[in-house]
Nanobody, 115 residues
């Protein structure tokens, strides 16, 4: 079992910045992928950014150049630095951990961007 706890969600004005954090605990295996997904009201949950423990990253086109994912493998943490936020970035942001033994989700943290 893996437990994921997100933090950092908040209300922010358009153009502002925010950093989300996710702490993983439990049975952490490598290789693994940790990432961020988001779900806006009435929409499906979509990938925002992912990062392997080796440092390979992937970003959704809508956030490229604005968001940066990073990890601290020693602390089992993953971060999402979000810059130039837009109202359409408003969503619940979820942390995910995946390894060969399964995938786990955090409870989510709300990000609201006001125009």
């Amino acid at each position: 079992q893996v437990q994921l706890v997100e933090s950092g969600g908040s209300l922010v004005q358009a153009g502002g910045s925010l950093t989300l954090s996710c702490a993983a605990s439990g049975s952490i295996f490598r290789p693994n992928v940790m990432g961020w997904y988001r779900q806006a009201p009435g929409k499906q949950r979509d990938v925002v950014a992912t990062m392997t423990n080796g440092g390979n990253t992937n970003y959704a086109d809508s956030v490229k150049g604005r968001f940066t994912i990073s990890r601290d493998n020693a602390k089992n943490m993953v971060y999402l630095q979000m810059n130039s936020l837009k109202p359409e970035d408003t969503a619940v942001y979820y942390c995910q951990y995946s390894s060969r033994y399964g995938s786990y989700w955090g409870q989510g943290t709300q990000v609201t961007v006001s125009s």
